[in-house]
């Protein structure tokens, strides 16, 4: 089982479903595994910093990333890449558990 995920990591998800042409709020949810007032937090959030559009169709709203969420997402994935390149056993574990872990190894 996974820990819980970061915010950075949700609104990175969301922002890469959007990205990928999920753009219909109740999909972008399911998609990223979330709650529907988290999901508002973080739509509203990725709007006011121009990372995505609300697009309003029919009284139906759509969201679609922007040039600015595009070049976000290139800059991230790159960052990431870094840290943790393919094929690497490089834990993502939370530093304190990290720290944990070690010092129960150490006194092996």
């Not at 709650?35 to 990372?51: D, T």
């Amino acid at each position: 089982m996974t820990g819980k995920r970061s915010r950075l990591e949700m609104y990175l998800d969301v922002l890469e479903k959007i990205s990928q042409g999920v753009s219909k709020p109740t999909n972008i949810m399911y998609k990223c595994n979330l709650s529907w007032r988290p999901l508002q937090e973080i739509l509203r959030s990725l709007a006011e910093k121009e990372l995505i559009e609300e697009i309003e169709l029919d009284n139906r709203r759509y969201y679609k990333a922007t040039e600015k969420g595009e070049r976000t997402l290139i800059y991230l994935r790159k960052v990431i890449h870094m840290l943790h390149p393919a094929g690497s056993k490089e834990s993502v574990m939370p530093r304190s558990k990290q720290e944990l872990l070690m010092t129960k190894m150490s006194r092996s």
